[in-house]
């Protein structure tokens, strides 16, 4: 067990620097790279942040149409029961939550408990949790680790997670390293599962940072030259007394003749410098930002863009698919915390539409594939509608024919109603109720 604790704790310390690493990044705590020391030094204790940060836009655009809308079973008390636990223990929040992490990190974890004999999702920062693998299979989780600190005992925490058992070991103080834990207890684990869930994926930072920080040493730059270039600097070339000279804004200055008419005074200015050189680079990064992320580059306009239908689905198509790459990675992870609540073979990730909806466009290119001949039902799933929304559609549909049906249904009798009671010569001989209506009313 020595070294599975000891394997544990390094593999979560290492995990932790990084995705600490990256979390500034993200929130745009990021340091100013290839800048001279002196300079670093001075910024830091101005508390200047010379930061573009494109890295949340990266990562906050591929997450936003990442959104989980629950689970589908056909089965309706397994519905019901995944339903239950989905809105009970706020799954919608926690998804945006594990997703974004998954984004940032590579890593994301969701941890499962029983609480007083009721089952608990809760989230876990990749700083805390981590996940060692078989070497033979590297599909199946080992051991699972899980660091933590409780200042309400003084007393740093490290469990580790076997499918059989929990082992809780523990020490005292926050100085927390591999030395000096020791086992406080063992636990039979009772999902017979290592209760942990790892989302795992590329982050989306990767090949993002290298060129962020290009950007933010380019832009510390230019703010730098603008700086030194808010005023022009003048010079003067002459023989004569200048220990006397002031110069202000507000005042004139008296530039002196020079000592000689053969020998007199020379004034200029030195050009400002060209801050344009120094957008065009960080356009150009930006640029490449977009392209290796594959995120459309109106997201990286300040002041928005007017594009056309056609040509933004045409940028938005690499997100797209994207994001379906992901959806396809984090379903396994979806439906396997599904299996848990409740196992099914049915199961399936309803996600919410990834496109950007054009209503206009779409309805002409859809009305253009149904005079085609082709079904609904086969031109809705091409526009990325979701399956649970195009069975809805079509429950709805035929709910509504049976209204339909039910109210012309109504009318008709309604109708004969009035017919009945209205004298109408021109009804027929066999309706014996009206005549006996009739006859008595005679």
Same mark, same amino acid.
């Given at each position: 067990m020595d070294n599975d604790l000891k394997s544990a704790y390094g593999a979560l310390i290492k995990q932790a620097g990084k995705a600490r690493a990256y979390q500034k990044y993200y929130l745009g705590d990021q340091p100013l790279m290839y800048t001279h020391e002196r300079l670093r030094q001075v910024f830091e204790r101005s508390s200047v942040n010379f930061v573009q940060n494109w890295c949340a836009v990266v $990562?906050?655009?591929?997450c936003d149409r990442l959104v989980l809308k629950g689970w589908d079973n056909k089965t309706k008390s397994v519905n019901d029961k995944l339903d239950d636990v989905w809105h009970s223990q706020n799954l919608q929040t926690l998804s945006r939550q594990v997703h974004k992490d998954a984004l940032i990190t590579g890593d994301g974890f /969701?941890?499962?408990?029983?609480?007083?004999?009721?089952?608990? @999702?809760? !989230?876990?920062?990749?700083?805390?949790?981590?996940? /060692?693998?078989?070497?033979?299979?590297? &599909?199946?989780?080992? $051991?699972?680790?899980? /660091?933590? !600190?409780?200042? &309400?005992?003084?007393? &740093?925490h490290l469990n580790l997670y076997y499918e059989d058992r929990i082992e809780k070991y523990q020490k005292d103080g926050k100085n927390i390293s591999e030395e000096g834990f020791v086992l406080a207890e063992t636990i039979p684990n009772s999902f017979g599962r290592i209760p942990i869930i790892h989302f795992h994926a590329s982050s989306e930072l990767l090949n993002v940072i290298p060129l962020q920080d290009a950007i933010n040493k380019t832009f510390s730059d230019m703010m730098i030259v603008a700086e030194f270039n808010a005023f022009p600097q003048r010079w003067m070339v002459t023989n004569a007394? @200048?220990?006397? /000279?002031?110069?202000s804004p507000q005042s004139i200055m008296k530039i002196p003749k020079g000592a000689s008419d053969e020998e007199g005074t020379e004034v200029g200015e030195f050009g400002t410098a060209n801050l344009g050189m120094y957008l065009d680079t960080i356009d150009k990064l930006t640029n490449t930002i977009a392209t290796i992320s594959r995120t459309p580059k109106h997201y990286f306009t300040p002041t928005g863009a007017n594009i056309s239908a056609e040509a933004l689905t045409v940028m938005e198509t690499p997100l797209i698919k994207k994001v379906k790459q992901l959806e396809e990675t984090f379903d396994e992870r979806w439906i396997e915390l599904a299996n848990v609540i409740e196992a099914s073979a049915d199961t399936v990730c309803t996600w919410d539409r990834i496109e950007t909806e054009q209503i206009?466009?779409?309805?002409?290119a859809m009305k253009t594939l149904r005079d085609m001949g082709i079904p609904l039902v086969t031109v809705l799933r091409k526009f990325g509608w979701a399956e649970d929304e195009i069975q809805q559609m079509l429950a709805d549909k035929e709910e509504e024919k049976t209204k339909d049906a039910d109210l012309a249904e109504t009318a008709l009798e309604m109708a004969r109603i009035r017919l009945s009671q209205s004298n109408n010569p021109y009804l027929p001989e066999d309706n014996t109720q009206t005549q006996v209506e009739r006859g008595e009313a005679e």
């Open positions: $990562v906050d655009t591929t /969701l941890m499962l408990d029983y609480v007083d004999g009721e089952l608990r @999702i809760f !989230y876990n920062s990749p700083s805390q949790v981590a996940v /060692l693998y078989e070497e033979d299979d590297p &599909s199946k989780m080992r $051991v699972g680790c899980k /660091l933590f !600190y409780s200042p &309400s005992t003084d007393t &740093s007394d @200048i220990s006397s /000279l002031t110069a206009a466009t779409q309805s002409n």
